[in-house]
C-alpha cells in the first residue's frame, strides 16, 4: 500500500470535505487488500504539513471476528473524520494510549468469518475504539486478540513516537480522519 503525501492527503481532505488541521492531526489509510489478520493499514502523524507513516491495522484481529464481544457484530470504525475524539488516557486500564473521549460509528460484521466487512449494521457510541500498540516488546505479525476494532500499531518503538508526539504536542484533545486506500 502506497504511503501518501500531504499534498495527496489534502486534496483528499477536500474532496470528503474534511477540516485541515496544521497542528498534530491522526490519520489512518485501512488497506483495500484488507489481507484477514494482518498488519496492513497505514497510521499517520500529520504535523508541521508533514506526515510519518507507521503500519498498523484499522480492522479487528481474526479472534474477535469469530469469537464476538457483541452479539451485534465485531466493531469496525468507519471511515470519516473525527474531530477531537481521542485523548491520552489508559488502554483497559493497563498502559498509556488514545483513548476514545467521544462517540464514533463502528460498522458491525457479525458473519463470523476472518475478513473485517463493512455491514449495513452500524452503531455510534463510546465502545473503547481506542488508539494502542499490540506487544509490549516486539513487533507483532499478526492482529489476532490485539484489536477488537481498536486502530493498533504492530511496533511499540512506532507507538512510543506516536505517543510522545501527541503529548509534546500539549493538546488534549486529537483529531482522527480514517481514509480507505485511494
Not at 11 to 21: H, M, R, V
Not at 40 to 59: A, K, L, M, P, S
Not at 78 to 85: G, M
Not at 89 to 105: F, R, S
Request: glycine share 6%; proline share 3%; charged share 25%.
Amino acid at each position: 500500500m502506497k504511503k501518501y503525501t500531504i499534498e495527496e492527503l489534502k486534496a483528499e481532505f477536500t474532496k470528503k470535505g474534511y477540516k485541515w488541521f496544521e497542528d498534530i492531526n491522526f490519520v489512518g489509510v485501512r488497506s483495500l487488500a484488507d489481507l484477514p489478520n494482518q498488519f496492513d493499514d497505514f497510521f499517520g502523524v500529520i504535523q508541521n504539513n508533514n506526515v510519518e507513516w507507521f503500519t498498523c491495522t484499522t480492522n479487528p484481529g481474526t479472534h474477535w471476528l469469530k469469537n464476538l464481544l457483541n452479539p451485534k457484530g465485531a466493531a469496525l470504525l468507519k471511515p470519516n473524520q473525527y474531530v477531537d475524539t481521542w485523548k491520552i488516557g489508559l488502554h483497559q486500564g493497563k498502559y498509556e494510549a488514545l483513548v476514545q473521549a467521544k462517540e464514533v460509528v463502528v460498522y458491525r460484521d457479525n458473519n463470523k468469518d476472518d475478513k473485517a466487512d463493512e455491514s449495513s449494521v452500524t452503531e455510534k457510541g463510546i465502545f473503547g475504539i481506542n488508539i494502542h500498540r499490540a506487544n509490549e516488546k516486539m513487533v507483532s505479525k499478526f492482529i489476532d486478540k490485539w484489536s477488537a476494532g481498536c486502530t493498533v500499531l504492530n511496533n511499540p518503538a512506532d507507538f512510543k513516537k506516536v505517543l510522545d508526539l501527541a503529548k509534546a504536542s500539549k493538546k488534549s484533545l486529537f483529531t482522527y480522519s480514517l481514509l480507505k486506500e485511494f
